[in-house]
């Protein structure tokens, strides 16, 4: 659970299981096809397309939550690809964002969270920072059970994403259908920061300065979301939180 940092920022978005799955105590609880779902009555869904949909990452967030267990289901998302935002986490990981693509399937997942949950991931997300909350509407979100929303929630970037040759870049460990834009793992789109910021440095030094430096990540991200790829389109409204 407690990776090196530098393994924490280069192996981002880690492991997604193929299954829905539960979060108990810490622990994946893997739901097989076919298997029925908690109640979801008090839930919010929220879409996630980046670590939020792997259980290391939740327990990391949710580390000594006692409470409900976290739900977590497969999705795919009709006219939408996941993208790189045009910013370094506080981890060190170029992290993810949603952006619109006509064409493009992608999968992702749902989490479903009680108000006491949302509050916290909120708190783990920058929300006012890094990202806005909202509230997507008139989309396509088919769950793995086969069920249909035509609305959820997501956490957008505030600072665009990244893109070559003006394409956003995608991300490589997101399986998508239809996907018209290049797409890059995390070491290969750290290079490519690396390579516009700080071309001197070698990688695994210039990760580390991320982390290490506050002063040195925010200069960086301010850079990088200075060409940052705004989302595209209607439909997202923004909530305080």
């Known amino acids: 659970m407690d990776a090196h940092p530098l393994e924490r920022a280069k192996t981002y978005p880690y492991r997604i299981p193929d299954n829905s799955y539960l979060l108990v105590g810490g622990s994946c609880q893997e739901l097989p096809r076919g298997t029925p779902l908690p109640d979801l009555s008090g839930r919010r869904p929220v879409l996630a397309c980046g670590s939020n949909q792997s259980p290391d990452q939740l327990a990391r967030k949710f580390a000594g939550w006692d409470g409900d267990a976290i739900l977590v289901t497969r999705a795919w998302l009709e006219g939408f690809d996941v993208v790189y935002s045009a910013h370094f986490s506080s981890y060190g990981a170029i992290p993810a964002t949603l952006q619109r693509s006509p064409g493009t399937t992608v999968g992702l997942s749902v989490t479903w969270l009680t108000p006491i949950q949302l509050r916290r991931m909120h708190e783990t997300e920058a929300v006012g920072m890094n990202y806005d909350f909202g509230h997507l509407e008139d989309i396509a979100l088919t769950l793995v059970d086969g069920d249909m929303l035509d609305g959820a929630f997501a956490y957008v970037s505030r600072r665009g994403c990244l893109t070559a040759d003006g394409a956003p870049i995608a991300l490589a460990a997101m399986e ?15 290079a490519r920061a690396r390579d516009q910021l700080a071309p001197d ?17 925010r200069t960086r991200t301010e850079t990088l979301s200075a060409d940052g790829h705004p989302f595209a389109g209607d439909g997202f409204v923004r909530i305080a939180v």
């Open 201 to 217: 440095r070698p990688l695994d030094r210039f990760i580390a300065e991320n982390i290490d430096d506050v002063d040195v990540r």
């Open 176 to 190: 998508a259908v239809g996907r018209s834009w290049p797409s890059l793992n995390q070491e290969q789109v750290q």
